[in-house]
């Protein structure tokens, strides 16, 4: 499996940006497609974007679309999460995840899992 290294998060005032980075290690990090989910406190975990092995092809929860942006860089085995107009509802610990496909991840059919990451958005 690829093991997973979050980066980037903190605290951060409510209007403004965040970019989380997710180390990949192990496996072949061009052959998975790679995701964010989140958990807020007393929430299930939920999807909040993927993107497929190549970067052509990027799905979002509807509630962020237009907010937050997933990228990867192939050459540095990291995939991204661009989250702008940050609000104190996105409060949560983020994790970057691994998995076959985008339809996978957006369906929690996960291989692997990072340790998550906390994001604070005060108001």
């Known amino acids: 499996q690829v093991q997973l290294v979050e980066s980037g998060g903190g605290l951060v005032q409510a209007g403004g940006s965040l970019r989380l980075s997710c180390a990949a290690s192990?496996?072949?990090?061009?052959?998975?497609?790679m995701g964010w989910f989140r958990q807020a406190p007393g929430k299930e975990r939920e999807f909040v974007a993927a993107?497929?092995?190549?970067?052509?092809?990027?799905t979002y929860a509807d509630s962020l679309k237009g907010r937050f942006t997933i990228s990867r860089d192939n050459s540095k085995n990291t995939v991204y999460l661009q989250m702008n107009s940050l609000k104190p509802e996105d409060t949560a610990v983020y994790y970057c995840?691994?998995?076959?496909?985008?339809?996978?991840?957006?369906?929690?059919?996960?291989?692997?899992w990072g340790q998550g990451i906390q994001v604070t958005v005060s108001s």
């Open positions: 995840t691994a998995g076959l496909n985008s339809y996978n991840l957006r369906i929690k059919v996960v291989a692997s």
């Open positions: 192990g496996r072949t990090f061009s052959n998975y497609a």
């Open positions: 993107i497929n092995f190549s970067g052509t092809y990027t």
